[in-house]
């Protein structure tokens, strides 16, 4: 059973930082895929940022140039760097993985995390 859990959510105050993170555990083979998804108060979710397998990124236009993603293989995990955070970042954030479980990594299937809040007020 493969499993995403995410950490590092908290209050800050606007114009401050914060660093999620998300390990991946279970019987995994590869991990193609990671992503950071966030569902503001009342909002649908929406995509944040992408990180493939050859550390190719992507991100939303609205946190372009201030959020960072990175990932480390071997070790199953992704981090999202938060900078220069508003109060429109507010929002659950989760954490979303593309996994193969299989000795030949041929199928593969999405798993996502249980969130975690990130809240941004003075």
């Known amino acids: 059973q493969v499993q995403l859990v995410e950490s590092g959510g908290g209050l800050v105050q606007p114009g401050g930082s914060l660093s999620l993170s998300c390990a991946a555990s279970?019987?995994?083979?590869?991990?193609?895929?990671m992503k950071w998804y966030r569902q503001p108060p009342g909002k649908q979710r929406e995509w944040v940022a992408t990180?493939?397998?050859?550390?190719?990124?992507k991100y939303a236009a609205s946190v372009e140039g201030r959020f960072i993603i990175s990932r480390h293989n071997a070790q199953k995990w992704t981090h999202l760097q938060m900078d220069n955070l508003a109060p429109e970042d507010t929002a659950l954030y989760y954490c979303?993985?593309?996994?193969?479980?299989?000795?030949?990594?041929?199928?593969?299937?999405?798993?996502w995390g249980r969130g975690t809040q990130v809240t941004v007020s003075s």
């Open positions: 279970g019987t995994i083979t590869y991990i193609a895929d």
């Open positions: 979303n993985a593309d996994v193969a479980t299989d000795a030949w990594a041929s199928s593969r299937k999405v798993y």
């Open positions: 990180i493939k397998a050859n550390g190719d990124t």
